[in-house]
């Protein structure tokens, strides 16, 4: 009896352990899928996209280079932008571009009068006008010429060496921002006339004459720094007038000489978005990576361009 009634206990012991097991054994998964879902990530917010956009910019001819690299750079990490074909022209030049009715989105100028034009015809919101760079002016010989060898290394040429009248002169015409402020250093030297009689900073450098000076029948005039340099470069002239980058930009040529900043107006490049621009805002976006990317500072840099801080 005592053994029957033993056998009956442990078949109920055996039992209530069999349905404690299954009890347990059915709410665990089932809470374990709970926490599951509790601890599954939310899913992530899809890539931002971009609409494609297309920038027109209208550039001072002594930045193509420098502009091309920076543009390459900034479509590297902004894949939905891409640059129409740049225009770099001198800043006169882009002036009359734009007032024939020619689309930009944005103006960079080597020189605030172009700038102070543009913005007085309404090509340019004057709102978002600011000085990008500036530059020097400096007077630059064929690499192989005598000049080069007797002054390239200490580059100690002076203006007074061009008012000897020995030597030919290659400068920007009057659209050309480069010539401009080197009429006006000319001018402190009495190698331009001002056809308002003005010298030096007060000159704008734009009407005027060599005639009666030491330089008359020695001057060769060019519609952009580029073919100035070139002159300079292939031969033509002894003397070139040219910003301090356009000797990284087209090489061939030495510095012989620093006109002094006291005789010109300070070279300054403004820039602005145009008011005509559809794609403003983009534009902006554009100019202010330029200015502040450390990668773009470095590039304007190698290019001899210097930012306005």
């Not at 015809?121 to 690499?143: I, Q, S």
């Not at 400068?171 to 080197?182: E, I, L, R």
Request: aromatic residues 10%.
């Amino acid at each position: 009896m005592k053994k029957h009634i033993r056998i009956m206990l442990a078949a109920a012991c055996a039992f209530a352990m069999v349905g404690a097991f299954a009890l347990f054994g059915c709410s665990a998964p089932a809470e374990q899928k709970a926490d599951e879902r509790q601890q599954q990530p939310e899913p992530q917010a899809e890539t931002e996209k971009h609409e494609a956009v297309e920038l027109q910019l209208f550039a001072a001819n002594s930045l193509s280079k420098a502009m091309d690299a920076v543009q390459q750079l900034y479509t590297q990490d902004h894949d939905w932008v891409t640059f129409k074909d740049t225009q770099y022209l001198s800043s006169g030049e882009l002036n009359e571009q734009l007032a024939g009715g020619a689309y930009a989105d944005v103006l960079i100028s080597a020189s605030k009068g172009k700038m102070d034009d543009a913005v007085e015809k309404g090509y340019v919101d004057e709102a978002t006008r600011f000085d990008m760079f500036k530059n020097d002016l400096v007077m630059v010989a064929g690499e192989d010429s005598e000049l080069a060898a007797t002054y390239g290394a200490d580059q100690n040429f002076t203006l007074g060496d061009i008012a000897t009248g020995d030597y030919t002169v290659a400068v920007g015409d009057a659209s050309v921002p480069a010539g401009n402020y080197a009429n006006q250093a000319l001018s402190t030297i009495g190698c331009f006339t001002d056809a308002d009689g003005k010298t030096g900073k007060d000159s704008a450098g734009t009407d005027g004459s060599y005639d009666g000076t030491p330089l008359e029948g020695k001057i060769n005039l060019q519609s952009s720094v580029g073919n100035v340099c070139k002159q300079a470069q292939s031969g033509a002239v002894d003397v070139a007038f040219v910003y301090s980058s356009d000797v990284y930009r087209f090489g061939g040529v030495k510095v012989i000489g620093v006109v002094p900043a006291d005789t010109h107006k300070n070279i300054i490049y403004p820039a602005a978005i145009c008011k005509d621009s559809t794609q403003a805002e983009a534009a902006t976006e554009f100019i202010e990576w330029a200015t502040t990317d450390a990668e773009a500072k470095k590039l304007w840099q190698e290019w001899g361009f210097e930012l306005v801080s």
